[in-house]
């Protein structure tokens, strides 16, 4: 079980059906602890009165693109948190004399080594918490699409998003399905 996230958009469905590499409009996030990066980055297909069904929000690409920096470092958080991974990976701006983990709780804003799990709070309280350098650093991560691929999939949907805006004209739609 988990958080699936789908990027759809006008002539979808034909461009699925002729090959389209629809892999880069996907998001998915496992239930195996928080926090989870999604709620927070496509917020708006969240806010939906009955949690056990699909929900769709247009979400404008500018905005995921504002998003982005924080989910990139939300996203390499959230798989140490999960996944226990030790080592840094060299994608995160760590203080000199701070461990791994101490590290990594400065890049997502000073917080706890290990939370209790959340849809949403937590992450936007995270992304919140991320300093106009770790962002800055997110962000030149994202330009040379120096990622783990953890990170690099929002990257990809934020990409294939102000893509296809571009060339429908309208906003795509953010289809959530946990």
């Known amino acids: 079980m988990g958080i699936d996230v789908y990027l759809r958009w006008k002539g979808w469905r034909a461009e699925e059906e002729a090959g389209f590499d629809t892999d880069r409009g996907y998001l998915r996030e ?15 297909a969240f806010e939906v009165d009955d949690p056990e069904s699909a929900s769709i929000a247009s979400i404008p690409a500018s905005v995921l693109r504002e998003r982005l920096p924080a989910a990139v470092l939300l ?9 226990g991974e030790g080592q840094n990976p060299g994608h995160l701006l760590l203080p000199a004399d701070a461990t791994f983990e101490e590290g990594l709780a400065a890049a997502a804003g ?25 962002l800055a650093q997110a962000e030149q991560l994202i330009e040379a699409r120096d990622l783990p691929g953890c990170a690099r999939c929002y990257v990809d949907f934020v990409e294939l998003a102000e893509l296809k805006e571009a060339e429908t004209g309208e906003l795509c739609w953010v289809v959530v399905d946990s």
């Open 110 to 134: 000073e917080i706890r080594a290990h939370l209790a799990a959340s849809r949403s709070g937590e992450a936007r309280d995270i992304a919140a918490g991320c300093t106009s350098e770790q």
């Open 75 to 83: 996203a390499q958080y959230w798989y140490h948190v999960v996944y």
């Open 30 to 44: 496992c239930y195996h602890g928080g926090p989870y990066v999604t709620p927070y980055f496509v917020a708006e």
